[in-house]
């Protein structure tokens, strides 16, 4: 085995500026963080037609509730949530508002007993009690009913230049079209990152990490799944892409500097440096180091059992 030095990448700390936010919370239909929408109900044109405040006259396992938010002198916006999803997309307004839609995931309740643990199970969107200019949204289960039996799918439409910091104990999260920084850390759920011009941490098990289109330091993890990066790293950026059991596949623009750094214990390294002004290229069984255009930023891929591709854009 040989010996490899290795940069640590400071997680990324999110900034998110005083700007307001709206919450869509939407039904999941089955447990567990593979979500998918109930089918709408059309109208007449084929639009989908949507539903009142209040518990839906087509399940009585599932309710929506309006709040309205103050985003006064919010400059943090954090995500929190047990099972479910969370959508972050840009929206044209500086509107706050949170549309909670909460789904019970078993059968064979009574509907009076849906009404009591819908009701109970709230998404509160408070300041933080320990910095008052952050603002916390956090989805909770009422009392006695295990977070895996209810589900809050989480659509959130910000300002572009927001960012935002989602924990989640068992979602998918996908995020796309923001100026700002982006911190994800959940379980057993795909991460999506799209058109994203900020630092990027992304962290997940058993569900891939997919990034694109995105201008900034990255750091993505995963386990039993893949890592794809389509990227464009700062001067100086770091980017370091992790997973078991799974492929890497990186797309870098061609104008980087960087150490590269790639290495697949028990699988197989393959890159098109085409385009890269290269030096100083290690390659061997499992792994290639080198030096694209002079250097001065770090790429760094390691993946168990599982392969890697590196090419330009």
Same mark, same amino acid.
């Given at each position: ?8 990448? *400071? ?9 307001? +936010? ?49 985003? =006064?002198?919010? &400059? %943090?916006? #954090? +995500? ?5 999803? /969370?959508?972050? %997309? ?25 009404? #009591? ?10 300041? %933080? ?17 295990? @977070? ?19 924990? @989640? @104990? *068992?979602?998918? $999260? ?6 700002? *920084? ?8 795909? /991460? ?7 630092? /990027?941490?992304?962290?997940? %098990?058993?569900?891939?990490?997919? =990034? ?8 993505? &993890?995963?386990?039993?799944?893949? $890592? ?13 892409? #992790?997973?078991? *059991? ?24 393959? @890159? ?28 760094? =891929? ?12």
């Amino acid at each position: 085995m040989r010996a490899r030095s290795r940069r640590e990448i *400071n997680q990324v700390k999110t900034r998110i500026h005083p700007f307001g +936010i709206a919450i869509v919370l939407a039904v999941i239909a089955a447990a567990g963080c593979d979500t998918a929408m109930d089918d709408p109900l059309l109208g007449p044109d084929g639009a989908p037609l949507e539903f009142p405040d209040g518990i839906d006259p087509r399940n009585p396992k599932v309710e929506r509730v309006t709040i309205g938010v103050d985003v =006064a002198g919010v &400059q %943090s916006l #954090r +995500i929190e949530l047990p099972t479910g999803r /969370v959508v972050v %997309s840009p929206t044209p307004d500086g509107s706050a508002t949170v549309k909670v839609t909460k789904h019970i995931i078993p059968d064979g309740r009574s509907a009076e007993e849906y009404q #009591r643990l819908l009701e109970g199970s709230v998404v509160s969107a408070a300041r %933080s009690f320990v910095d008052p200019s952050r603002l916390d949204v956090v989805a909770a289960p009422i009392d006695g009913l295990p @977070a895996e039996e209810i589900a809050f799918d989480i659509r959130i439409f910000v300002p572009a230049s927001m960012g935002v910091e989602v924990v @989640a @104990a *068992n979602a998918p $999260v996908e995020v796309s079209g923001l100026n700002g *920084n982006v911190a994800i850390r959940t379980h057993n759920g795909a /991460v999506e990152i799209e058109n994203v011009v900020g630092h /990027v941490m992304a962290q997940t %098990s058993n569900r891939p990490v997919t =990034a694109r289109s995105v201008i900034g330091n990255l750091q993505a &993890q995963t386990s039993n799944a893949t $890592v794809e990066l389509s990227l464009t790293p700062p001067a100086g950026g770091q980017v370091s892409a #992790r997973t078991e *059991n799974g492929d890497i596949k990186l797309t870098i623009a061609r104008t980087t500097k960087a150490e590269l750094d790639l290495l697949a214990n028990g699988g197989a390294v393959s @890159a098109s440096l085409s385009g890269f002004t290269v030096s100083d290229v290690v390659t061997g069984d499992g792994f290639l180091t080198g030096i694209l255009n002079s250097g001065g930023g770090m790429i760094q =891929a390691e993946t168990t059992n599982g392969n890697i591709e590196f090419q330009g854009m």
